[in-house]
């Protein structure tokens, strides 16, 4: 690492620009969208050579060869390149899933934070409730309002106030 005349390094820490990439969401979907381009297009021309090598080591015969035995000596290329090929492909999805996990992981914590508030505001409504004020009602002041009905005062002198069931 190189160093100015003081004797500082140019760059105080060198995972810095990394740790800013892995604190945003949006620069670590792009990050790992960049690694996924390279690795799809490794995979692309990774499959061309597989193709010709599979055209190449099965056409090559030797003399005396007998039926499938071309097959048989270019099963382990194949195979080798089958792998690496299946593997680029599970490096190309769990590259993806990281991404959309990043991103649903800081939607649930803005979900956890909001409905944290809110319990809150509950809570702190739960333990200092608004007092309200009773609301008047003018028919309770002695005026007996028409047709009580079965909430009233009755009496047993004035039979015709009363209803029956």
Do not use: W
């Not at 390149?81 to 490096?91: E, Q, R, T, Y």
């Amino acid at each position: 690492m190189s160093t100015e005349n003081n004797g500082q390094p140019f760059f105080d820490d060198p995972n810095a620009a990394l740790r800013e990439i892995a604190q945003n969401p949006a620069a670590y979907a792009h990050y790992l969208a960049d690694f996924n381009r390279v690795v799809l297009d490794m995979q692309a021309k990774l499959e061309i050579v597989q193709r010709e090598a599979r055209a190449h080591c099965r056409g090559t015969r030797v003399e005396g060869d007998k039926m499938g035995q071309a097959f048989l000596r270019s099963f382990p290329v194949e195979k080798s390149l089958n792998d690496v090929l299946k593997n680029l492909k599970s490096i190309s999805s769990g590259l993806e899933k990281s991404a959309h996990k990043r991103h649903a992981r800081d939607e649930k914590v803005k979900e956890v934070r909001k409905s944290r508030k809110e319990k809150a505001q509950l809570k702190a409504r739960k333990n200092n409730p608004t007092l309200q004020a009773a609301p008047e009602n003018p028919g309770q002041q002695g005026a007996q309002g028409p047709n009580m009905g079965y909430g009233g005062p009755t009496s047993i002198y004035n039979p015709d106030r009363r209803e029956s069931a």
